[in-house]
């Protein structure tokens, strides 16, 4: 088959999604070492990560503008270029503060990535459910990398190195995407950014009944899924006993399945419906936390973590089901603006979790998380049942 731009385009910005994923993601498995080194306690690094998450959140909807304004390719250029900066940067913190503030630099930068590379796909496909899948493939296999990496890097040379690794990634996915992309035409170059700001015009785009509701399951599924990227590992290693190597392995475990699982999903709602695939993963992922905190066994277990990477792997039906309801000229600010409020809420999961953790232990931390899979679900099927419309 021959090989189309478009395809380009998509490896290009699944790429770009890797990396701004991979930095990110660095930072999970060398937390203890981080921990012990700032000698800080779990909800201070859950209050550093969600600060890092809550920042990523905010640039979602100042990316669409930008987008709009200025075209996609400069604005994910940015986002790859200073995510690669900002770890090098973290990688050099002298002190827990500054570890704050470059964990929320690096948020700044990679959040700018996620909602302007969705709109180009928008422009470049109309199977839109599976090139969002495709696309987001790029944060699981970061995922799936980044951990072993991380682990491998910062057990035998520090977790500074470990987290600096998103430099090594990030050059060359910038370099290959500002040879290999064509920039865009800007949607609307002519018109004032503080127009795009009005308020009455942001409340009325969220206040939509289709657009509150997706947003809802948005901001929970959110909580959930940061609350499980930043304390998976440390949980199986606390509460199970297991060692660094076997929850580093798990922790892979749950990309592999939730890189499959986006792709499988993003199609198989094009086809079926949002909402079936929404509630499938949410399902799985009500059983498989659940697993997690009961299971009586590591053979248990391991297919509870299975689970819950499915169960994560929302996101991939989620995004089209947002996108489905805006028109073209309000895609970009559109998706940016639900994109900010539905991250900078869910960034609460990573000092939620952690500040559960450290109050009532693991155990309770995650059934919480679990009961939230659950409302999910019984939302969606209640929409389903009753007709709703929403």
């Given at each position: 088959?021959?090989?189309?731009?478009?395809?380009?385009?998509?490896?290009?910005?699944?790429?770009?999604?890797?990396?701004?994923?991979?930095?990110r993601m660095?930072?999970?498995?060398?937390?203890?070492?981080?921990?012990?080194?700032?000698?800080?306690?779990n909800?201070q690094?859950?209050?550093?990560?969600?600060?890092?998450?809550?920042a990523?959140?905010l640039s979602?909807?100042p990316s669409?503008v930008?987008?709009?304004?200025?075209?996609e390719?400069p604005?994910?250029l940015v986002a790859v270029?200073?995510t690669?900066?900002?770890?090098?940067?973290?990688?050099?913190?002298?002190?827990?503060?500054?570890f704050?503030?470059?964990?929320?630099?690096?948020?700044?930068?990679a959040?700018?990535h996620?909602?302007?590379?969705?709109?180009?796909?928008?422009r470049?496909?109309?199977?839109?459910?599976r090139?969002v899948?495709?696309?987001?493939i790029?944060?699981?296999?970061?995922?799936?990398?980044a951990?072993v990496?991380?682990?491998w890097?910062?057990?035998?040379?520090?977790?500074?190195?470990?987290v600096a690794?998103a430099l090594?990634v990030?050059?060359p996915?910038f370099?290959?995407?500002?040879l290999?992309?064509?920039?865009?035409?800007p949607r609307?170059?002519?018109?004032?950014?503080?127009?795009?700001?009005?308020l009455?015009?942001?409340?009325?785009?969220?206040?939509r009944?289709a657009?509150?509701?997706?947003?809802?399951i948005?901001?929970?599924?959110?909580?959930?899924v940061?609350?499980?990227?930043?304390?998976?590992?440390?949980?199986l290693?606390?509460y199970?006993?297991?060692s660094?190597?076997?929850?580093g392995?798990?922790?892979?475990?749950?990309?592999?399945?939730?890189?499959?699982?986006q792709?499988?999903?993003g199609?198989?709602s094009?086809?079926?419906g949002?909402?079936?695939?929404i509630?499938?993963?949410?399902?799985?992922?009500?059983?498989?936390?659940l697993?997690?905190?009961?299971?009586?066994?590591l053979?248990t277990?391991?297919i509870a973590?299975?689970?819950t990477?499915?169960?994560?792997s929302?996101?991939?039906?989620?995004?089209?089901?947002?996108l489905?309801?805006f028109?073209?000229?309000?895609?970009?600010a559109?998706?940016?603006l639900?994109r900010?409020?539905?991250?900078?809420?869910?960034?609460?999961?990573s000092?939620?979790?952690?500040?559960?953790?450290?109050?009532?232990?693991?155990?309770?931390?995650?059934?919480?998380?679990?009961?939230?899979?659950?409302?999910?679900f019984?939302?969606l099927?209640a929409?389903w049942a009753l007709?709703?419309?929403?």
């Amino acid at each position: 088959m021959r090989w189309r731009y478009r395809t380009t385009v998509l490896a290009l910005c699944l790429l770009a999604f890797f990396v701004t994923y991979f930095a990110r993601m660095a930072i999970s498995p060398v937390i203890p070492f981080i921990a012990a080194d700032f000698d800080v306690t779990n909800t201070q690094i859950g209050f550093a990560l969600s600060g890092m998450w809550l920042a990523y959140g905010l640039s979602q909807f100042p990316s669409g503008v930008l987008g709009d304004r200025y075209g996609e390719k400069p604005v994910i250029l940015v986002a790859v270029g200073g995510t690669a900066l900002a770890s090098l940067l973290l990688a050099f913190a002298p002190a827990f503060p500054a570890f704050v503030l470059f964990a929320v630099i690096l948020g700044l930068v990679a959040g700018l990535h996620y909602a302007v590379a969705t709109t180009l796909l928008s422009r470049t496909y109309d199977e839109l459910g599976r090139a969002v899948g495709i696309h987001s493939i790029g944060g699981p296999l970061a995922g799936l990398v980044a951990p072993v990496a991380a682990a491998w890097v910062g057990t035998r040379y520090g977790w500074r190195p470990a987290v600096a690794l998103a430099l090594l990634v990030g050059l060359p996915v910038f370099a290959l995407f500002a040879l290999r992309v064509h920039s865009t035409e800007p949607r609307r170059p002519d018109q004032p950014m503080r127009d795009r700001f009005e308020l009455a015009a942001l409340r009325e785009l969220v206040t939509r009944p289709a657009i509150a509701f997706t947003l809802g399951i948005a901001m929970l599924g959110t909580f959930i899924v940061q609350g499980l990227l930043t304390f998976l590992p440390t949980f199986l290693i606390d509460y199970h006993a297991y060692s660094a190597t076997l929850a580093g392995v798990a922790f892979s475990a749950f990309f592999v399945v939730r890189t499959v699982g986006q792709s499988i999903l993003g199609e198989f709602s094009d086809r079926y419906g949002r909402d079936l695939a929404i509630g499938i993963a949410m399902l799985a992922g009500t059983v498989g936390v659940l697993g997690m905190v009961v299971g009586p066994g590591l053979v248990t277990v391991g297919i509870a973590v299975l689970l819950t990477g499915l169960g994560s792997s929302f996101f991939a039906a989620l995004d089209p089901r947002f996108l489905d309801q805006f028109g073209d000229t309000e895609r970009g600010a559109g998706f940016g603006l639900v994109r900010t409020v539905y991250t900078v809420v869910g960034s609460a999961g990573s000092v939620g979790v952690g500040l559960l953790a450290d109050l009532f232990g693991w155990g309770v931390s995650f059934l919480v998380l679990a009961g939230l899979f659950g409302l999910t679900f019984t939302a969606l099927a209640a929409n389903w049942a009753l007709e709703l419309g929403y």
